[in-house]
């Protein structure tokens, strides 16, 4: 249980990525290009957790989606992951018949149906193309991880599983289960990925008592075949045989309605609140030129800039929680070290440059000769240092001029 659900995922992605062969570090030579097809609940799981260079290491020539107008690339593998919906279950129907590319590899982010996998066998019969359909897995990692410790549900469609949805006056029954088998389906893949089998607590008689009776059932029955439990395979560990049960707490929005309307003053909050913040990125319209433009001209558009605001991003993670003075004290104080580096760095490459017989000048240069180079090898984490300054200048900016 010690590895944060963001890492779990990400490594079950990465084993995907890798034809689901688990990564070992002494086979990691040159990967295996390949294409990558996902639909938008795809993206939206792949964006907070892998950048484009790290599909890139992985091989991922190409990430495209599943509905967009895609070329024939016959001698490449694809790595399709996608929801088993009917749209997409026939769209890759469709790719088998015109035969796109070399091998299909494809992932269901949730179980597919039965009746699905028969479409998709007796579309890969008719077109003559069983033997490029190399793998079909069903991935269970149907929810979205933003942070090491949290996880969301919500993903395009915003109006699927929300507050909004479940309290309606005219929600039908079958809507209403619909948005249950949603969530029950979201927090299923969740434990599987977790590997760990959950204690279910709610209070009775409303929506969380009936996600947990359905979570509960879909948990028995995937327990009871004790072959095919996705708890008890080598790759998840002893999960439910381990004493570290998580507790899962369900509980209604209605039990604390206030939460959600605070603003809250710390930097993370106040981002979330007033900026365009979606899946750890923040769109920012850029500042527009000072100059004067001619009267009458037609204004100049304005240019969007995205930043990700993620775990790797060091002044995120310190700061995210700290208030929101402190936040641009602190922005200050990184501007200032960077400068002095900087300055350091200036100061010595003029030292090296001097010339006559000064023996004091002599010795300087051998001392400083070894600050240089230190100061040369710590130029790449200079820069990402200016690059983190330089972005949160503009969002903490941007934040300011919303208090305005």
Not at 80 to 91: A, L
Not at 101 to 130: G, Q
Not at 335 to 348: C, F, G
Request: charged share 25%; proline share 4%; with cysteine.
């Amino acid at each position: 249980m010690a590895a944060s659900i963001r890492e779990k995922q990400t490594v079950a992605l990465k084993r995907m990525l890798n034809f689901n062969v688990p990564l070992v570090k002494s086979t990691a030579g040159e990967p295996v290009w390949k294409v990558l097809i996902y639909d938008r609940m795809g993206q939206d799981i792949i964006s907070p957790l892998l950048s484009v260079k790290e599909l890139r290491d992985m091989g991922v020539t190409l990430h495209l989606l599943l509905h967009s107008d895609r070329d024939a690339i016959p001698d490449v593998p694809a790595i399709y992951f996608v929801m088993p919906t009917e749209e997409n279950v026939d769209r890759i129907c469709q790719d088998l018949r015109t035969q796109l590319y070399e091998s299909y590899y494809l992932n269901f982010i949730s179980a597919i149906s039965r009746s699905k996998l028969e479409d998709i066998a007796s579309a890969a019969l008719t077109a003559n193309t069983v033997s490029h359909v190399s793998k079909v897995f069903d991935q269970y990692l149907n929810f979205i991880t933003l942070e090491d410790d949290m996880f969301v549900l919500c993903n395009q469609n915003k109006e699927l599983v929300s507050y909004r949805a479940l309290n309606r006056p005219d929600i039908t029954d079958t809507e209403m289960e619909t948005i249950m088998d949603t969530i029950v389906d979201s927090l299923f893949c969740f434990f599987v990925t977790l590997g760990a089998v959950p204690i279910i607590r709610c209070p009775r008689g409303n929506a969380a008592e009936m996600v947990a009776v359905k979570l509960d059932k879909k948990l028995r029955e995937n327990l009871r075949d004790a072959r095919n439990s996705l708890f008890t395979g080598d790759n998840l560990g002893t999960g439910q045989f381990s004493f570290q049960r998580p507790l899962l707490v369900l509980v209604d929005r209605n039990i604390d309605l206030s939460t959600p309307l605070h603003h809250t003053w710390t930097y993370q909050a106040l981002v979330h609140d007033v900026l365009d913040f979606h899946l750890n990125r923040v769109n920012l319209e850029e500042a527009p030129a000072v100059e004067s433009s001619p009267s009458g001209a037609r204004p100049k558009k304005k240019n969007m800039k995205s930043y990700d605001l993620t775990v790797a991003d060091k002044f995120w993670q310190k700061h995210k929680g700290s208030p929101f003075p402190e936040v641009a004290e602190s922005v200050q104080q990184e501007l200032e070290s960077y400068r002095n580096q900087e300055d350091e760095v200036k100061r010595l490459k003029t030292i090296m440059g001097l010339e006559g017989e000064d023996e004091g000048a002599i010795s300087m240069l051998s001392d400083n000769t070894a600050k240089l180079t230190s100061a040369v090898s710590s130029l790449p984490e200079l820069l990402e240092k200016k690059r983190l300054i330089d972005l949160h200048t503009n969002v903490a900016t941007a934040v300011l001029e919303h208090i305005k």
